[in-house]
């Protein structure tokens, strides 16, 4: 069974990085795909981008230029960086792996979330 | 960016009701659509994906249904442990993106 673990700081202060980090237990992390997907409160889902097992990534471009998403397969883990954070990025960060094939993806095992809070 | 649209953003059902909640895409997206089900504190749940194909251990009472830019999901007798919020997902672009939910409650 595929499991998914969030962990990070759940307290950012504006202006700061945000940083998490996914661990991938009961599967490889390769051949795959692995997303990051937020949820402020109170709102709907929205996705991150994802990074594929070999480095390549796909951001949101309504984030693309504050996000960097990297693994590292020997430790099994895929790690979001946000920098600039406002409160507007205060939210539920769940980690999920992709599945499926060109176009037709979907997340098949998530995280259980972890809650990122921007305050000072 | 593909707009998903989905209606009605909450219902009211009752145990033994048959639901259908509708997802409409600002752009035909073919088949490439996925619905989840999210409950408070818990992580998403995938339903269906490629519009209609039910992921495994996911009970049969759950079925989707469309293509282009109109789909469905529909629980046919709804069951205590349906009340959550459902989201429909597009893949069909590279910016892959959610409807805003429906919310569905006990009456």
């Known amino acids: 069974q595929v499991q998914l673990q969030e962990s990070g700081p759940g307290l950012v202060e504006p202006s700061e990085t945000l940083s998490l980090t996914c661990t991938v237990s009961g599967d490889s992390i390769s051949s795959y795909y692995w997303s990051w997907i937020r949820q402020p409160p109170g709102k709907g889902l929205e996705w991150i981008g994802y990074v594929y097992y070999s480095g390549s990534t796909n951001y949101n471009p309504s984030l693309k230029s504050r996000v960097t998403i990297s693994v590292d397969t020997s430790k099994k883990q895929f790690s979001l960086k946000v920098t600039s954070v406002t409160a507007a990025d205060t939210a539920v960060y769940f980690c999920?792996?992709?599945?499926?094939?060109?176009?037709?993806?979907?997340?098949?095992?998530w995280g259980q979330g972890t809650l990122v809070t921007v305050s000072s | 960016d593909i707009q998903m649209t989905q209606s009605p953003s909450s219902l009211s059902a009752s145990v033994g009701d048959s639901v259908t909640i509708t997802c409409r895409a600002s752009?035909?997206?073919?088949?490439?659509l996925n619905w989840y089900q999210r409950k408070p504190g818990k992580a998403p749940k995938l339903l269906i994906y490629?519009?209609?194909s039910l992921q495994s251990g996911v009970p049969s009472r759950f079925s989707g249904s469309g293509s282009g830019t109109d789909f469905t999901l529909t629980i046919s007798s709804l069951q205590p442990e349906d009340f959550a919020t459902y989201y429909c997902q597009q893949s069909y672009s590279t910016l892959w993106t959610f409807g805003q939910g429906t919310k569905v409650e006990i009456k």
């Open positions: 490629a519009a209609s």
């Open positions: 999920a792996r992709v599945n499926g094939g060109n176009p037709n993806y979907y997340f098949d095992y």
């Open positions: 752009q035909s997206i073919s088949r490439f």
